[in-house]
């Protein structure tokens, strides 16, 4: 039963990420919207592998793209690179302290900007200025929050679990 309500939380934090990330923001702050779907993907691919994994990840970032109206399959493959890299290294991250993967999940958050910035010239659409960089900053400086946010929570499901 365990299994299933750290599951349903996993499922349940992407959901909130996905409704966290199309919140209306003022223009001057919206190019710094944290990637949620991307932070919450990392979190849950370090500390519960077996919970979330590249089909989730490539879920979430269709549920994105369709969300934010970016072209199909944008979001996914990046949040797919991002899933694969955290899953590969999840053995290493997760013994890490709080600080050392704030700096991992700023290198994936960058990987992640790359593979946009990519998709954007495959597209032939027009280059976005540079504060499309100011979106990895701004997660990189929530992280350790969110990541000790969903801790409390997986750790509370964890025990809520075994005590029924």
Known sequence: MTGDRSRQLAWAS????LLVTIL???????????????MVLVYWCIEAPERVGLVTAFAAGLALDLLIGD????????????AFISLRFHNILRFYPVWQKTLAV??????????YL????????PLP???????????TLLWPWLYL?????RVRTRKR???T
């Open 14 to 17: 992407l959901a909130v990420a």
């Open 118 to 125: 990519l998709a954007i010239v495959l597209g032939s659409d």
């Open 161 to 163: 679990g075994k005590s």
């Open 129 to 139: 200025d540079w504060r499309i960089w100011l979106s990895a900053a701004s997660g």
């Open 24 to 38: 209306p923001l003022p223009a001057a702050v919206a190019t710094m919207r944290p990637p949620w779907v991307a």
């Open 149 to 153: 946010l969903l801790d409390d929570l």
């Open 106 to 115: 700023l290198a994936l958050l960058i990987n992640d900007r790359v593979i």
């Open 71 to 82: 072209t199909l399959g944008q979001h996914a493959v990046g949040l797919v690179v991002i």
